[in-house]
């Protein structure tokens, strides 16, 4: 203790020098002062920490003196075992499962006629727009006729053949004018089939200027007007989309350190922005085979449910978990300090008739939110110093707040 007054002493010394000074100081410049300022708090601080460290040699060598000093306050935690989770925390997006971009089946044409605005709720199998078919439909009324022609032309012809074969039946006639009247015949039949198949194509050529919906949805896109050519895309941006959302998905890119802890089925926390939505508990329903070489990252997604307040392109926060454990030691991470011989907190232990602060090192592991997993140092039971452990030193005495 002679040391600790001697300590003290020097420093109320300095103290009363700079508070003294002489009358040259009084007249020194600002920037001097300054100086002589800063001189002056660096020597505070270096004795400090001297009294700290003699304190702190004291406690050891002579524990009795611990004692004359009044106790430090402090708050403590007795520590269990408990379940232990990492997340890696991802921004995605939510995108719907099924979605169709309507294109024309046969190629492009002019529209005739729309039958949906953006928005509306659409029926698989819907009109959605109607195509020029003017030369479609010239062309099938042209072939019906021709159709029509093929057939008076073959019932002539069966006649002239059932007359050739009934003559050639009782004598009259040559075999030859039988064969050929029966090749007429066939001829024929092949040439009304073949307009009849035709008119078949053609029709189902017309029927491609109806455009119908694949899926049932809602019209998240309609970007063509009467009179434009629809080619199902102008340019990049498609120009009918139609989005499913009774099956949906989040979808975020995972950076490729994480390639080996994200995999099919691990567990996924789905936050979205409206702070009063629960989060959604799901799996990892696929994770990408590639990394993207622009971004260094690979698609992971999940599946969720449906929801008539969750839409497309919504922003949703992901929380992959890539560690967990059913039985662990975990601290507050703002308790744990570290030194030149690695990590440790400080923890009361009953000493006789008093409490004290004693340093144990520790091995850590993952973090969660405010907790860190102690793998190694500590176990169940001990009474972890929450508050007040930042000015510690092993061995101090300590009254616990209850």
């Known amino acids: 203790m002679k040391l600790f007054v001697k300590y003290v002493t020097v420093l109320s010394l300095v103290f009363l020098t700079a508070c003294g000074g002489s009358k ?8 001097e002062k300054r100086t002589k300022l800063e001189k002056l708090k660096k020597d505070q601080l270096s004795i400090a920490d001297q009294i700290k460290a003699l304190e702190a040699d004291l406690a050891v060598q002579d ?10 306050l402090v ?22 499962d099924n979605i169709s971009y309507v294109s024309p089946r046969l190629g492009p044409g002019q529209v005739k006629a729309i039958f949906i605005k953006k928005g509306d709720h659409v029926r698989k199998g819907q009109l959605l727009l109607k195509l020029d078919d003017a030369i479609q439909r010239q062309s099938i009324t042209a072939a019906r006729q021709s159709i029509e022609t093929i057939k008076t032309q073959l019932a002539f012809a069966k006649d002239v053949y059932n007359r050739q074969n009934n003559v050639w039946k009782q004598g009259i006639g040559t075999e030859v004018q039988v064969l050929t009247a029966k090749t007429n015949v066939e001829t024929l039949e092949k040439q009304l089939r073949a307009g009849e198949e ?35 895309f102008a340019g990049a941006v498609p120009q009918i989309k139609i989005v499913n959302t009774s099956s949906l998905k989040v979808v975020a890119q995972v950076p490729e ?23 959604i508990k799901t799996v990892i329903s696929l994770s990408g085979q590639s990394i993207d070489p622009n971004n260094r990252s690979f698609i992971a997604e999940a599946k969720i449910p449906y929801s008539p307040q969750v839409r497309p392109n919504q922003i949703a926060q992901i929380r992959i978990q890539d560690y967990a454990i059913a039985s662990t030691l975990a601290v507050p991470v703002n308790t744990v300090q570290s030194d030149e011989n690695g990590k440790y907190v400080f923890i009361a232990a009953k000493e006789g008739d008093k409490m004290v ?9 993952e973090l969660n939110g405010q907790l860190i997993e102690v793998k190694v140092g500590l176990k169940e039971g001990d009474q972890l110093i929450t508050d007040g452990y930042q000015s510690l030193y092993e061995g101090q005495v300590i009254s616990v707040v209850k």
């Open 257 to 279: 350190n994480y390639a080996s802890k994200v995999k099919m089925g691990a567990p996924v926390l789905v936050i979205l922005p409206d702070g009063n939505s629960t989060p």
């Open 198 to 232: 035709n008119i078949k194509t053609m029709q189902e050529q017309a029927n491609a200027a109806n455009i119908y919906s694949d899926v049932s949805g809602i019209a998240d896109e309609v970007n063509v007007r009467m009179g434009e050519m629809f080619t199902g």
């Open 24 to 31: 040259k100081e009084e007249t020194a410049t600002v920037t």
């Open 63 to 72: 524990p009795t003196s611990a004692n004359t000093g009044s106790a430090k």
């Open 357 to 365: 602060a004693r340093k144990k090192s520790i091995g850590v592991g």
């Open 75 to 96: 708050s403590v935690m007795p520590l269990s075992v408990q379940s232990f989770a990492h997340y890696i925390d991802l921004q995605g997006k939510v995108d719907a």
